[in-house]
Nanobody, 128 residues
Framework: QVQLVESGGGSVQAGGSLRLSCAAS????????MGWFRQAPGKERELVAA????????YYADSVKGRFTISRDNAKNTLYLQMNTLKPEDTAVYYC?????????????????????WGQGTQVTVSS
């Protein structure tokens, strides 16, 4: 079965950096679009960034553009999210997720319903 395991979360001060990883198994990782989402307490889950299976096309939420970078290593079946210049409002549980099928890109890529499999999440806490 498909498994996604996030790691790299933690507590940092504002202005700091973290790098999240998502190790995937049980699917042909190199053929799936992937996304990073986050959910803060009392808020809906929101897309942070998404990447196509080739890694050459990426999308970002306006709130993280210029600070976060999504990338992938298809040889290692791993997705990354480099987060720089972190702000307290970035505090949330971060989840990685797969697209719904191989070589499929949903035009509604910002919606959580456009993703099929999810990891358990990793907590990121940014203090001021």
């Amino acid at each position: 079965q498909v498994q996604l395991v996030e790691s790299g979360g933690g507590s940092v001060q504002a202005g700091g950096s973290l790098r999240l990883s998502c190790a995937a198994s049980g699917l042909t990782f190199s053929t799936y679009a992937m996304g990073w989402f986050r959910q803060a307490p009392g808020k809906e889950r929101e897309l942070v960034a998404a990447i196509l299976w080739t890694g050459r096309t990426t999308y970002y939420a306006d709130s993280v553009k210029g600070r976060f970078t999504i990338s992938r290593d298809n040889a290692k079946n791993t997705l990354y999210l480099q987060m720089n210049t972190l702000k307290p409002e970035d505090t949330a549980v971060y989840y990685c997720a797969t697209g719904r099928a191989s070589y499929f890109w949903d035009p509604d890529y910002s919606r959580s319903s456009s993703y099929a499999y999810w990891g358990q999440g990793t907590q990121v806490t940014v203090s001021s």
